[in-house]
Nanobody
Framework: QLQLVESGGGLVQSGGSLRLSCTAS????????IGWFRQAPGKEREGVSC????????DYTNSVKGRFTISRDNAQNTVYLQMNSLKPEDTAVYYCAAGSFYYCTGYRRQEVYDYWGQGTRVTVSL
């Protein structure tokens, strides 16, 4: 069974940067498309970004385009989410998830994922 562990969260000032990591064990991460989700207090979980198995396809939700970059190193069984120009509204618990769906089609749908991590908290202060 694939196990996912997120890391890299923390407290940062507005305009700052963080890099989140999603590291897999159990199975080869390169067999899966990976999505990043976030859930802010009192809000539903939302899809933030996706990267295909090879890394050739990526997608982002509009609110993070131009600020966040998703990448992967299959040799290290790790996917990254580089977050720049952070805003207070980016405050949330961030989760990575692995699925076998077609490229990043429908990546915002939580039901297409087979495995989820436990999340890492990101807090952006004013």
């Amino acid at each position: 069974q694939l196990q996912l562990v997120e890391s890299g969260g923390g407290l940062v000032q507005s305009g700052g940067s963080l890099r989140l990591s999603c590291t897999a064990s159990g199975y080869t991460l390169g067999n899966y498309n990976i999505g990043w989700f976030r859930q802010a207090p009192g809000k539903e979980r939302e899809g933030v970004s996706c990267i295909s198995r090879s890394g050739g396809t990526t997608d982002y939700t509009n609110s993070v385009k131009g600020r966040f970059t998703i990448s992967r190193d299959n040799a290290q069984n790790t996917v990254y989410l580089q977050m720049n120009s952070l805003k207070p509204e980016d405050t949330a618990v961030y989760y990575c998830a692995a699925g076998s769906f077609y490229y990043c089609t429908g990546y915002r749908r939580q039901e297409v994922y087979d495995y989820w991590g436990q999340g890492t908290r990101v807090t952006v202060s004013l």
